[in-house]
């Protein structure tokens, strides 16, 4: 069993994933896909990855950033002056 394939496909035919991964895509454009099989592990670091992006997201989506000034400010009272 191969564990790995590239294949070439027309925009409009993308799944839903792969045309959200291009901002969309263009219909009219000719993609090249490549699929590989991941390993348990690296299964689970991208699991974790995405998990970790979610987090991030709904974070910003609930406003618990901070501004520039802000950040710079608690990494200097961290770790002192650059």
């Not at 991964?21 to 699929?35: K, N, P, S, T």
């Not at 990855?49 to 974070?59: H, L, P, S, Y």
């Amino acid at each position: 069993m191969r564990n790995s394939a590239s294949v070439v496909i027309q925009g409009d035919k993308l799944q839903p994933e792969l045309a959200a991964a291009l901002d969309g895509g263009e219909a009219e454009a000719v993609y090249a896909v490549h699929i590989k099989k991941l390993t348990v592990e690296e299964a689970a670091e991208f699991l974790e990855m995405r998990a970790k992006i979610q987090e991030g997201i709904a974070d910003i989506e609930a406003g618990n950033i901070l501004d520039e000034d802000e950040a710079f400010a608690l990494l200097e009272a961290k770790y002192g002056k650059i």
